[in-house]
């Protein structure tokens, strides 16, 4: 789903990048209000293990393979701010430093897979967990369906950007067609990925998932003939793991991912190349602006052996993204920190 340079022209492309400077602004200040001590160390590991995933292309259809879009995943585990966030950052480290998705194209990339992913994956997600049991299975259910209907969601979105600034004359019916078809094949990978990341994470500390707060329902007593709520109780449930052999299992795990799984990942090319390829979208494709990166194409340049340069590429992607995933997640909660100390209360 990561758009190129030249499929999309330049007055669109530029709304577009007006469209996600606005979202990323919002994201910004929200993010302030769903980011604690406890929960931003684990939003710079999402942002890595969205990376990490991504390099991950698992065939779908004849010579076609897809790829996690991570809107759902992340905005389930840390919050649909901070989600548009954490798919940004992976976003921008892959067309800076790996010529993966458009520069020029930054903004169309963003709107799709960051905004959109995250915005129809979370409503699905929320208006699920309104009818479902109040349950810990129910958000994995609901995580599952959100994420299936967020793929072809940004298919949907991409055709429509096209429809309006696409620099080939392709017919829009086909495009559409082709576009969901392929992406709704798929969503059912990502939805497998989301539901089992979030389950193994609700699993152990399911009091770090964002999607699943305020789900434990609460015990009802009969009184003098009447239903009453009991006592909420007062010391918590204890976690299976602590918050810092998480974080170190989610990191070993996206390095082992995209260090050494990735070599074993289907080199076909993904939903969007092969649409582009076979209805002639990519026509007009222009040179990477970053071709040119010791990293391009999640190479290590002048390392020969492709399993040792994919792996280090891998390696360092990862690193890079948790960093300044990281970075930005803790800047956000001191300054939410900052807001609300004494001194900025008035106590």
Known sequence: MHVPDGFIDAPTSAVTGVVAAGALAVSLRGA?????????????????FIFAVQMLNFPVAAGTSGHL????????????????????????????????????ALGVNITDMAIVTTVVSYAVFRGLLAVLPRKRRSVTVASFVAALVSVPAAAVAFTL?????????????????????????????????TALTVGAVIAVRPDL????????????????????????????????????????TGLVTSLVLAGFVSFYASASPDGLEKVAH??????KAKEHASADSPLADYG?????????????????????????????FWALRRRRADDVSPVNTGV
């Open 161 to 193: 950007l096209y429809a309006v600034g696409g620099t080939t004359d392709v017919s829009i019916g086909k495009v559409a067609t082709a576009m969901v078809g392929v992406h709704v094949l798929i969503g059912v990978g990502e939805a497998v990925i």
């Open 32 to 48: 302030r209000r769903e980011l604690d001590e406890r929960t931003a160390p684990l939003a710079g590991l999402v942002a890595a």
């Open 300 to 328: 290590v340049k002048d390392v020969s052996d492709a399993r040792l340069s994919g792996g280090l590429a891998g390696v360092i992607g990862v690193g890079v993204t948790v960093v300044a995933g990281s970075a930005v």
């Open 209 to 248: 998932v964002y999607g699943a707060r305020g789900l434990r329902q609460r015990l009802r007593l009969r009184v003098n003939g009447a239903l009453v709520d009991a006592p909420a109780p007062t010391a918590p449930v204890a976690a299976r793991t602590s918050r810092r052999t998480l974080w170190v």
């Open 69 to 104: 879009l991570g809107g759902a995943l992340a905005a389930i585990l840390v919050g649909p701010y901070t989600a548009v966030l954490c798919v940004s950052v992976v976003l921008l480290m892959q067309g800076v430093l790996f010529a993966d998705g458009g520069l020029t």
């Open 278 to 283: 076979d209805k002639g979208i990519d026509r």
